[in-house]
Nanobody, 121 residues
Framework: QVQVAESGGGLVQAGGSLRLSCVVS????????MGWYRQAPGKQRELVAV???????NYADSVKGRFTIFRDNAKKMVYLQMNSLKPEDTAVYYCNAQIKRYAWTAANDYWGQGTQVTVSS
């Protein structure tokens, strides 16, 4: 069974930093894109950052210059380093991975359960 699990959320003051981690477990063939999304109360889930398996990344405008996404393909992990946090970054952060179970199958989206990030002013 394939699972995606996040860790690293918590409470931090504005201007502080947090690092989120996400690991994929289970038997798989490969992982394409890995990304972080977030959902604040009353808002839709939005893309924060995404990285492909070659290391190319894209960011939401609201986090550019503050957040960095990186991955370790050997460990099947993706990270989100968040610096200069703002109260508006408060949300549940979800990890997404596009996973191929077998070499001959298409990639499907897998999601973690989410981790809460709260930034106090």
């Amino acid at each position: 069974q394939v699972q995606v699990a996040e860790s690293g959320g918590g409470l931090v003051q504005a201007g502080g930093s947090l690092r989120l981690s996400c690991v994929v477990s289970g038997s798989i063939s490969s992982i394409n894109d890995m990304g972080w999304y977030r959902q604040a109360p009353g808002k839709q889930r939005e893309l924060v950052a995404v990285i492909n398996n070659s290391g190319s990344s894209n960011y939401a405008d609201s986090v550019k210059g503050r957040f960095t996404i990186f991955r370790d393909n050997a460990k099947k992990m993706v990270y989100l380093q968040m610096n200069s946090l703002k109260p508006e970054d408060t949300a549940v952060y979800y990890c997404n991975a596009q996973i191929k179970r077998y070499a001959w199958t298409a990639a499907n989206d897998y999601w973690g359960q989410g981790t809460q990030v709260t930034v106090s002013s």
